[in-house]
């Protein structure tokens, strides 16, 4: 096996993909394992947003073993309970998506239920006041967990917003220190193993040549190994998801809030992103040309920062959908160059963590096992759909119907797949989660209800506690997270004490 093994990785591209998988890489396999060389241009840049992310970040960030607080001050970084939504469902409507569960189980069945039952019967409570989260979120509070045993502070989950190029630059840090080589220069030509067409090479600018056994496409949208020399394919996501343009401009802090939460408003032909750093608030207008134009796209978002534009907006294009397949000969794609998924849910990054993982559980060896290949393939295409399901759910789902774009959304069909989630939530409001796909029941429950599905009934199961029982509960439940929620330091507070960048 030795003589088999894979010594020469090469990464190309210095974005959070490619990062973020030198930074893997260096942990679990580590210089002795194999040499690692990560190429990228400073003269073609980064995408520089994704800055927001969901709480599985946490498994990453202690896979690498990092210092949290390190990690937000260097990355000017703020905590994330979860998503708010405004006008999503309607007009001058807003909802939570929060980290963590509402309640707790009852006798083993899940809250939600039991929540239906309250709903249905004329409590007047939002799930979400059983969230502690969420009701964090709202009063701007945050804390870290503690080990309080069946307290809902024990339970906190959450996430982080970061300045993007700010964590690239970290990981950089992280990997450099643990044997990752890095290589400056511009890629013009790719050579391929004249037998098999697999990649033996790129080469720079310069005529310098780096060759390798096993090559991570994190060269962005381009894809220009996997799709440029390889030819996967795409496949196009646009008519269920039909933005397929944004425009970005950071801000100074102004009136608004320094929210531990990700704000997405819907717009006439898409949605706007808040996202809180310390040192600024990211803002992008996520949009579909086929609706509106550049130049009011911009205009719009422009209209809509809490403080004054820190630079001109950046326009961005994209295609939503997925390379056809992520790995293909001894490339592996990863980031963006392996699909695009709007940022609505933040799940690019996840995705990208998602695969390092997938890839570490099959990592290959000079024989390039196709059934292992073919495995790694068939796993991504079903996490990126389970995800784009979730992601249609927000634009189907609405009442609105006042501009084009929200006409075409509610009435476009959708996949077989979220349709039969539709028909299994509408009567009793249950919900599966198939294959550990990412969103959990919370996450379904939270934007079903909060688009405004209701089930037309409850589990039956929960008529075995009885209503009196059953209402103490939820009053004891709902008061035990006020209380919990009161402990909580203010965000920018917990930030100043623990976190704060120099
Ligand atoms: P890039 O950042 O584009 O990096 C590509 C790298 O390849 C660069 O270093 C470049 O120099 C190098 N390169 C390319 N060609 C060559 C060449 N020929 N020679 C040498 N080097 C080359 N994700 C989230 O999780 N949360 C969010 O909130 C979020 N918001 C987003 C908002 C928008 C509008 C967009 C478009 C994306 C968002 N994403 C978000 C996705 C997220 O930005 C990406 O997943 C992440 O930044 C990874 O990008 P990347 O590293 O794949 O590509």
Known sequence: ?????????????????????????????????????????????????????????NIYNRMLGLDEDDFVRETQGSFKLGIEFVDWGKKNHT?????????????????HAYWLRMMHGGDPRLVTDYSLTSVAASQNRFMRPVNAGNSPLSRIAYAFHFDASLYARFLRRYSQARGVKRQEGKITKVHQRSEDGFIESVELESGQKIEGELFIDCSGFRGLLIEQTLKAGYEDWTHWLPCDRAVAVPCAHGDGEFTPYTRSTA??????????????????????????????????????????????PRPLRFVTGRRKKAW????????????????????????????????????????????????????????????????????????????????????MDVPETLKEKYRIFESHGRIFRDNDELFNDTSWFAVMIGQGLVPRSYDPVVEAMDEATLRARMNELHSVIGNCADQMPGHADFIAMNCAAK
């Open 1 to 57: 096996m030795d003589g088999n093994r894979i010594r020469k990785i090469v990464i190309v591209g210095g974005g959070t993909a490619g990062w973020m998988t030198a930074a893997a890489f260096a942990k679990i396999l580590g210089p002795r394992y194999a040499d690692i060389t990560l190429v990228e241009s400073e003269e073609i840049g980064i995408v520089g947003v994704g800055e927001a992310t969901i709480p599985q970040i």
């Open 95 to 111: 909802y939570f998506h929060p980290f963590g569960p509402f309640g707790v189980d009852m006798d083993g069945v899940s809250f």
């Open 267 to 312: 717009r006439e032909a898409g949605w706007q992103w808040r996202i809180p750093l310390q040192h600024r608030i990211g803002n992008g207008y996520v949009y579909s040309s086929q609706f509106i134009s550049d130049d009011e796209a911009a205009a719009k978002l422009m209209a809509n920062l809490d403080g004054e534009a820190l630079a001109d």
């Open 328 to 411: 293909v000969k001894n490339v592996v794609a990863l980031g963006l160059a392996s699909g695009f998924l709007e940022p609505l849910e933040s799940t690019s990054i996840h995705l990208i963590q998602s695969g390092i993982a997938r890839l570490l559980t099959l990592f290959p060896s000079r024989d390039f096992e196709p059934a292992d290949i073919e495995r790694y393939n068939f796993m991504i295409a079903r996490e990126f759909a389970q995800v784009r399901d979730f992601i249609i759910l927000h634009y189907h789902l609405t009442e609105r119907d006042d501009t084009p774009l929200w006409e075409y959304c509610r009435s």
